[in-house]
């Protein structure tokens, strides 16, 4: 059938899988978050700047490193191999496989981008809510659960039936 996109036969991964494998990655992600709020707090102690900026200045960089980091992550994961460690664990891919990986990017950069400004006040409350819209929208999405990123990219994430 022409036209039609190329995951007409794969069944769509459920929102729960979605929001399973993403929290698997937020669990590493914010091991690694922590680690550079530690290592930035020291760092930021020693040279005098923690009283500075009234101590908040070593968490946003953090946030910012660490939602860089998971943004690259996920950017590269998908161009590679269609899914993160989290999507391989709970079974389920980005299809349809071998996309330009600057449509990824833009899938990355909408979500998890959003991930990067958490750690500014007051920024963070509109990256929190940006983050809770692409969750509704993607429950809300039938029978497809494709959300904002998706779309930009012309992607779907499907259960792995291999």
Not at 52 to 77: E, H, Q, S
Not at 93 to 122: C, D, F, Q, T, W
Request: aromatic share 12%.
């Amino acid at each position: 059938m022409t036209g039609s996109p190329p995951w007409s036969d794969a069944a769509p991964a459920e929102w729960w899988e979605r929001l399973a494998a993403r929290l698997i990655e937020a669990l590493v992600f914010g091991v690694f978050y922590y680690i550079l709020f530690v290592a930035l707090w020291a760092a930021f102690r020693t040279v005098g700047l923690l009283e500075a900026f009234d101590g908040r200045l070593p968490g946003v960089f953090a946030c910012l490193l660490a939602g860089l980091g998971y943004t690259v992550y996920d950017w590269t994961a998908h161009s590679m191999g269609c899914r993160t460690f989290g999507k391989a664990i709970m079974k389920i891919r980005l299809e349809p496989g071998g996309l330009r990986r600057g449509a990824l990017l833009k899938r990355s950069l909408i979500y998890p981008g959003a991930v990067m400004v958490m750690g500014i006040p007051v920024v963070n409350v509109l990256a929190g809510i940006f983050v809770f819209w692409v969750g509704i929208l993607i429950l809300i999405d039938r029978p497809l659960q494709r959300g904002p990123h998706d779309r930009l990219a012309g992607t779907l994430v499907t259960k792995d039936l291999r």
